[in-house]
């Protein structure tokens, strides 16, 4: 192409931008690597200097992959005498490899309950946040309420104030209803604080549909409830899938309510996985294990909704 | 099918009277047309009629019932927006589908798939049938609309002008298509437009709106010839009917002003009129002429050539008269 265009970048620009997103896109994937090779080393060379970055050499800067990160993570362990160990041959290859620390697995650790309480905790919580929201939103776009714009400032004032603020009177609150360390208090908590973000992103996408596709439908024998369904739903599911993304990574990553409010029960991950402590100091690539087993999940979620995301992450730019 | 009748009929949004006291009967099988400018009340009346707004008094009857608290499902009213309110989600099957497989109706699934069938190709869109609505271009889409209404067999079809975004030669097709239909199936039709040629093509009946007011309800012809003001004389009519004073002319002065359409104009003897230009449209002359400083166009034989500037004679035939309000004097 030789004749210069407004709307077309030019190869040299297309080349610069491109360099620039994928040094940056490295950049902040270094953290995430570290960890992911973190969870693969053992103590020794987690925390040797100089740093060992290299899966498998024999050269400086090389180390030999292990399991044995994991295998602390999933696992309680017991150290035994030489005799004991001696009677009793390694069963499998997770104990072989806690054996040359002369221990014995003697059952399984708290992280797989921790992380089971995060999947119920979080997408419980953005499912009830997201099914909610869209119901009042979708009120608040299309029906006459008195106070509208009122409430809905109401709703979002819910979010002006660090939750440390509501801290402890929600401790005592919860404690008095019976709720505290429960699964069913950890969801409407959580739920409670993503909707009015709920509300106020579907509200928009819900405004972005023009009304007459409702209207066709009542006119086509619909009631308005299945026309909302029918019509106005299938439409919105870039916003539902948006808005069920921002959800869930903030439930998901909840710290400071967790901590304050769970203990043996309905604890998730986030303060579990520092409490995972080893044998002479922290246990690094056992926590390291478990953090890039936590971002697993949102992970393939936002890949899973990707495609709505990327449409809807621009909402309001490209309405047709 | 059925009648529908409007009893004293009003609607404001806020300070706005839309629609204002309308009464009036459509008959079983009749094809009305309402005719009015942009704000007249037009689509107003329709979404009133569908129960898509709701009354502020007088009440609607469809088939004799009162549907005042009717939802517009259990009205049973198909409608054709303007604005074609396609599905975007669907395809144009699916859209076409809808309606039949309403809670109400519950089409089997064959018979959707025969009545589909048979309305894209009134519609000349068999081939785009498979398409997502979004994937037309905005004379597809008008036809999709028109077809959603018309694969229901509902008491009326309300229709917001549904030929408006096609090019003149589909519109002029589905002109024909739609007074087919009609004289067919005999459906019951109230239809929207500002286009007069629809109007006198296809309706049974006019129903002109002023202001939200329906001043005048007859026949195309009625309408036509006897026209009640000067305001419904401008609605139908291409050129439009020239309004003038009647002094201009000898004789009979029984109302001060005159209107004379544009056939109704004799040339060879009477009063001067000079030629401003001639427009040739194939089929006819339009001649733009000054009288005393008033402009006059009138249809005149496609053969003859007129020279600007020149002065021809010209009278009246059978003139309208009207007062100094526009209200036509008898």
Same mark, same amino acid.
């Not at chain 1, 309680?76 to 005799?83: E, F, G, L, N, Y």
């Not at chain 1, 099914?131 to 008195?146: D, E, N, V």
């Not at chain 2, 037309?136 to 597809?140: A, C, D, F, V, Y």
């Not at chain 2, 000067?230 to 004073?245: D, E, H, K, W």
């Given at each position: 192409?030789?004749?210069f265009?407004?709307?077309?970048p030019?190869?040299?620009?297309?080349?610069?931008a491109g360099?620039?997103?994928?040094?940056?896109?490295?950049?902040?994937?270094?953290?995430?690597?570290w960890?992911?090779?973190?969870?693969?080393?053992?103590?020794?060379?987690?925390?040797?200097?100089?740093?060992?970055?290299?899966?498998g050499?024999?050269?400086?800067?090389?180390?030999?992959p292990?399991l044995?990160?994991?295998?602390?993570?999933?696992t309680?362990?017991?150290?035994?005498?030489?005799?004991y160990?001696?009677?009793?041959?390694?069963?499998?290859w997770?104990?072989?490899?806690?054996?040359?620390?002369?221990?014995?697995?003697?059952?399984?650790?708290?992280?797989?309950?921790?992380?089971?309480?995060?999947?119920?905790?979080?997408?419980?919580?953005?499912?009830?946040?997201v099914?909610?929201?869209?119901?009042?939103?979708?009120?608040?776009?299309?029906?006459?309420?008195?106070l509208?714009?009122?409430?809905l400032?109401?709703?979002?004032?819910?979010?002006?104030?660090?939750?440390?603020?509501?801290?402890?009177?929600i401790?005592?609150?919860?404690?008095?209803?019976g709720?505290?360390?429960?699964?069913?208090?950890?969801?409407?908590?959580?739920?409670?604080?993503?909707?009015?973000?709920?509300?106020?992103?579907?509200?928009?996408?819900?405004?972005?549909?023009p009304?007459?596709?409702?209207?066709?439908?009542l006119i086509?024998?619909?009631?308005?409830?299945?026309?909302?369904?029918?019509?106005?739903?299938p439409q919105?599911?870039?916003g539902?899938?948006?808005?069920?993304?921002?959800?869930?990574?903030?439930?998901?990553n909840?710290y400071?309510f967790a901590v304050?409010?769970t203990?043996a029960?309905?604890?998730?991950?986030?303060?579990?996985?520092?409490?995972?402590?080893?044998?002479g100091?922290?246990?690094?690539?056992?926590?390291?294990?478990?953090?890039?087993?936590?971002l697993?999940p949102?992970?393939?979620f936002?890949?899973l909704?990707?495609?709505?995301?990327?449409?809807?992450?621009?909402?309001?730019?490209?309405?047709? | 099918?059925?009648?529908?009748?409007?009893?004293?009929?009003?609607?404001?949004?806020?300070?706005?009277?839309?629609?204002?006291?309308?009464?009036?009967?459509?008959?079983?099988?009749?094809?009305v047309?309402?005719l009015?400018?942009?704000?007249?009340g037009k689509?107003?009346t329709?979404?009133?009629?569908?129960?898509?707004?709701?009354?502020?008094?007088?009440?609607?009857?469809?088939g004799?019932?009162?549907?005042?608290?009717?939802?517009?499902?259990?009205?049973?009213?198909?409608?054709?927006?303007?604005?074609?309110?396609l599905?975007?989600?669907?395809?144009?099957?699916?859209?076409?589908a809808?309606? &039949?497989? @309403?809670?109400?109706? $519950?089409?089997?699934? =064959?018979?959707?798939? *025969?009545?589909?069938?048979?309305? /894209?190709?009134v519609?000349?869109i068999?081939?785009?049938?498979d398409?997502?609505a979004?994937e037309?271009?905005?004379?597809?889409m008008?036809?999709?609309?028109?077809?959603?209404?018309?694969?229901?067999?509902p008491?009326?079809?309300?229709?917001?002008?549904p &030929?408006s @975004?096609?090019?003149a $030669?589909?519109?002029a =097709?589905?002109?024909? *298509?739609?007074?087919?239909?009609? /004289?067919?199936?005999?459906?019951?039709?109230?239809?929207?437009?500002?286009?007069?040629?629809?109007a006198?093509?296809?309706?049974t009946?006019?129903?002109?709106?002023?202001?939200?007011?329906?001043?005048?309800?007859?026949?195309?012809?009625?309408?036509?010839?006897n026209? @009640?003001?000067?305001?419904?004389?401008?609605?139908?009519?291409?050129?439009?009917?020239?309004?003038?004073?009647?002094?201009?002319?000898?004789?009979?002065?029984?109302?001060?002003?005159i209107g004379?359409?544009?056939?109704?104009?004799?040339q060879?003897d009477?009063i001067d009129?000079?030629?401003m230009?001639?427009?040739?449209l194939?089929?006819?002359?339009?001649?733009?002429?000054?009288?005393a400083?008033h402009p006059?166009?009138?249809?005149?034989?496609?053969?003859?050539?007129?020279i600007?500037e020149?002065?021809i004679?010209?009278?009246?035939?059978?003139?309208?008269?009207?007062?100094?309000?526009?209200?036509?004097?008898?």
């Open positions: 192409m030789s004749s265009s407004v709307t077309e030019t190869n040299r620009t297309k080349w610069f360099t620039l997103v994928i040094a940056y896109a490295l950049i902040t994937m270094i953290p995430l690597v960890i992911g090779l973190t969870g693969f080393k053992s103590p020794a060379d987690a925390i040797s200097y100089p740093p060992k970055y290299v899966i050499s024999d050269s400086e800067a090389g180390f030999q292990t044995e990160g994991y295998v602390n993570l999933f309680t362990r017991t150290r035994q005498t030489q005799d160990l001696d009677a009793n041959p390694p069963e499998n997770a104990d072989e490899i806690v054996r040359q620390y002369d221990m014995v697995i003697v059952g399984p650790s708290k992280f797989g309950e921790r992380f089971m309480n995060s999947v119920i905790i979080g997408f419980g919580s953005t499912f009830l946040s099914f909610l929201g869209t119901l009042a939103a979708y009120a608040f776009s299309r029906f006459k309420i008195p509208a714009d009122d409430l400032f109401f709703i979002l004032s819910t979010r002006m104030m660090p939750p440390i603020a509501v801290a402890i009177p401790f005592l609150m919860y404690r008095q209803l709720l505290s360390d429960t699964h069913l208090g950890m969801i409407l908590l959580y739920t409670a604080v993503n909707i009015s973000l709920a509300v106020w992103l579907l509200k928009s996408f819900i405004d972005g549909i009304t007459e596709y409702e209207e066709a439908a086509d024998g619909y009631t308005r409830f299945q026309a909302f369904y029918k019509v106005v739903l919105a599911a870039t539902i899938a948006s808005t069920a993304i921002f959800c869930l990574i903030f439930a998901w909840e400071a304050l409010l203990t029960n309905a604890q998730t991950a986030p303060p579990f996985i520092p409490t995972i402590i080893g044998i100091g922290l246990d690094w690539p056992a926590i390291a294990a478990g953090v890039t087993l936590f697993l949102v992970m393939i936002t890949i909704l990707r495609k709505h995301l990327l449409r809807g992450i621009t909402f309001g730019a490209v309405r047709k | 099918m059925a009648e529908v009748s409007l009893k004293n009929v009003s609607k404001a949004f806020g300070k706005i009277v839309a629609v204002d006291d309308i009464s009036m009967t459509i008959e079983d099988g009749a094809f047309v309402l009015g400018p942009t704000g007249a689509t107003t329709l979404r009133l009629i569908s129960g898509l707004e709701k009354l502020d008094s007088g009440s609607v009857f469809i004799g019932r009162d549907v005042g608290n009717e939802t517009p499902a259990q009205r049973d009213v198909a409608m054709v927006f303007q604005q074609y309110s599905y975007p989600h669907l395809t144009v099957r699916d859209n076409l809808f309606p &039949l497989r @309403s809670p109400i109706l $519950k089409t089997p699934e =064959d018979v959707i798939a *025969e009545k589909i069938q048979k309305i /894209a190709e519609l000349q068999p081939h785009k049938l398409n997502k979004t037309l271009s905005g004379g597809e008008q036809r999709v609309s028109i077809g959603r209404a018309l694969v229901r067999d008491s009326i079809y309300l229709m917001d002008e &030929l @975004s096609l090019d $030669k589909l519109r =097709d589905l002109r024909v *298509e739609l007074k087919r239909i009609h /004289a067919d199936l005999g459906s019951t039709l109230l239809y929207v437009t500002h286009d007069q040629i629809e006198m093509t296809m309706a009946h006019v129903g002109v709106l002023e202001e939200g007011r329906l001043v005048q309800y007859g026949t195309p012809k009625d309408i036509y010839e026209p @009640s003001s000067v305001y419904v004389a401008s609605r139908l009519g291409l050129p439009r009917i020239n309004i003038l004073p009647s002094e201009l002319f000898p004789g009979n002065h029984k109302a001060p002003q004379l359409r544009p056939e109704n104009i004799k060879g009477g009129a000079k030629v230009r001639a427009e040739h194939g089929d006819q002359t339009r001649l733009h002429l000054e009288v400083g006059v166009t009138t249809l005149t034989d496609p053969h003859q050539d007129y600007p020149t002065t004679k010209i009278s009246p035939l059978n003139p309208l008269y009207f007062d100094a309000s526009g209200a036509r004097v008898v």
